[in-house]
């Protein structure tokens, strides 16, 4: 199932557990990894993206790497809430990977991005590994995000 309410997916998650949180691209897939009582999100993998199938078991491969229980997907709105066709790009990928079986959590994703590089920057990293990390980099604040907004309630 797919939800864009936090209460919502919620409900599916009674017991918590690992999360997967995706920063859908159009030439990559940031992924990042929570732990299972929800206190932070890491940077994982990074998926290059090619044909949808190739994507798909790339993105079930990773998941079976840790008991997963649930996906947030990055969903980028306009600056004023409205959805973009990049938004329905992400929505279409959301049911693309329903049938994986997890409940699956569509979360604004407006700054992510910026937040990373700008954190990045201030770290002094390179411009060559800020490409390589950024968008694993925002997938983590994207899941951050998410899981707080779960444990705030």
């Not at 206190?39 to 044909?51: E, G, N, T």
């Not at 201030?122 to 980099?137: C, P, T």
């Given at each position: 199932m797919i939800f864009d309410a936090v209460a919502d997916f919620l409900e599916q998650l009674p017991e918590g557990g690992v999360l997967i949180g995706l920063d859908i691209g159009t030439?990559?897939?940031?992924?990042?990894?929570?732990?299972?009582?929800?206190?932070?999100?890491?940077?994982?993998?990074?998926?290059?993206?090619?044909?949808?199938?190739?994507?798909?078991?790339?993105?079930?491969?990773a998941i079976a790497t840790r008991p997963t229980r649930g996906i947030v997907i990055g969903l980028p709105l306009n600056m004023d809430g409205s959805e973009s066709p990049r938004s329905q790009s992400s929505r279409a990928f959301a049911r693309n990977i329903a049938d994986l079986g997890l409940p699956i959590l569509l979360r604004d994703e407006r700054w992510s991005t910026q937040a990373v590089e700008r954190d990045m920057i201030?770290?002094?990293?390179?411009?060559?590994?800020?490409?390589?990390?950024?968008?694993?980099?925002a997938a983590a604040f994207i899941l951050q995000g998410a899981i707080d907004a779960l444990t705030i309630g």
């Open positions: 030439k990559t897939i940031g992924t990042a990894f929570c732990d299972a009582g929800w206190a932070f999100a890491s940077p994982a993998d990074l998926i290059r993206r090619s044909k949808f199938s190739k994507d798909k078991a790339l993105l079930s491969a201030a770290a002094d990293m390179s411009r060559a590994k800020r490409a390589e990390k950024i968008d694993s980099g």
